[in-house]
């Protein structure tokens, strides 16, 4: 069979997080605690009642599951927006898929300060927009000094900054954060001369930043070329339901509204991502103990004589290791599966139960004896 190859997708492989049947996986981030029988319950009733008018298109507008949304931001971050303000789709990945459709696309160009997350290079290769990549310092936080030559040299159209950062687990600074703002003004692609860059700061692992650590969803009033982007699928513990949203301004959304296929977000994804939403104060107190047991691991992990990325997420980066696929290797051995990713050296684990944050760890000290 001869079919038409795309050359821009040549050598690549899907993307692939092995989903492999251990008894302890720890490699994906997720939230490790499932659904609480309430919560089952609630979910099976909204998705009843969904099914039965599973005849008629879904709402293209979803705005109550905007409105559902923006009131969760509120009460998470402080920061009341519009439901108009509130974005929503299968997943941030898809989220911010339209966002590089709206906004890049050929001869324009999306840049990310590296190390970070594994999917931005491929949004930017399904849009035809050209990928920048520009090394983090040592300690993965962003050079200042060199911030407004390189937004002047590449003139993004769009930037994605991930905060707190997969797979380091580091948040941005306030003053990395407006430092990154103030650079993007009137930096924006040459082909629409005098605006500005559109910066995405990506908060998946928002909820469960350290006090006093600053989400951008503050920054929203302030600059209107921001977007913020979160998820479900990590501190609310619902990977499986695929809602991803972000909150910005009514011109953005507008354009996103453009891109999206016609009734992208299913009438079952609605009413089950509602009735979570309706269990959210629940969710985070949850969110509270997963935040501890990250602290506990990375002392735990220190501990062991080991170097530890400061966490801002539910999961840890450490090493550094002059063979890490061997620790990766001996820990599945174990029943263990963390994830061979970030620089060289270094190793990512996922915040577990207790038990299985207990399992990782009498893996790993065998693994180092
Ligand atoms: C930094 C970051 N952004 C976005 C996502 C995508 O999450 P989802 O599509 O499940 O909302 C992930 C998933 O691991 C992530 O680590």
Known sequence: ??????????????????????PVALNVNENPYAPSPALIADIASAVAGAAGTLNRYPDREFLD????????????????????????????????LHILQAFAGPDRSVLTFIPSY???????????????????KDDFSIDLAELSDIFARYRPAVVLLASPNNPTGTALSTDELTAVMEASIGNGPEDAPGSDCLVVVDEAYGEFRRDGVLSALELLSTYDNLAVSRTMSKAFGAAGLRLGYLGTSREIVDQLRIVRMPYHLS????????????HSSE????????????????????SLGLEVAPSDANFVMFGTFPDRHRIFADLL???????EVGPDGWLRVSVGTPEENDAFFAALEEALA
Not at 2 to 22: K, M, N
Not at 267 to 278: D, G, I, K, S, V
Not at 284 to 297: K, Y
Request: no cysteine.
């Open 333 to 339: 051995d174990r029943g263990i599966l963390i994830r």
């Open 267 to 278: 009438a079952l994804t609605q009413a089950a991502a509602r009735a979570a939403l309706a």
């Open 283 to 302: 969710q985070l107190s949850q969110v509270q103990g997963i935040r501890e047991a990250r602290n506990e691991m990375a002392e735990r992990l220190s």
């Open 1 to 22: 069979m001869s079919i038409p190859y795309r050359p821009a997708l040549a050598g690549f492989e899907p993307y692939g997080a092995p989903q492999l049947d251990v």
């Open 118 to 136: 594994s999917m931005y290079p491929e949004y930017a290769r399904d849009t035809n927009s050209t990928m920048v990549t520009v090394p983090r």
């Open 65 to 96: 599951l905007r409105q559902d949304l923006a009131d969760y931001l509120a009460v998470e971050s402080k920061v009341r927006l519009a439901p108009e303000q509130i974005w929503a789709a299968n997943g941030s990945n898809e989220v911010m």
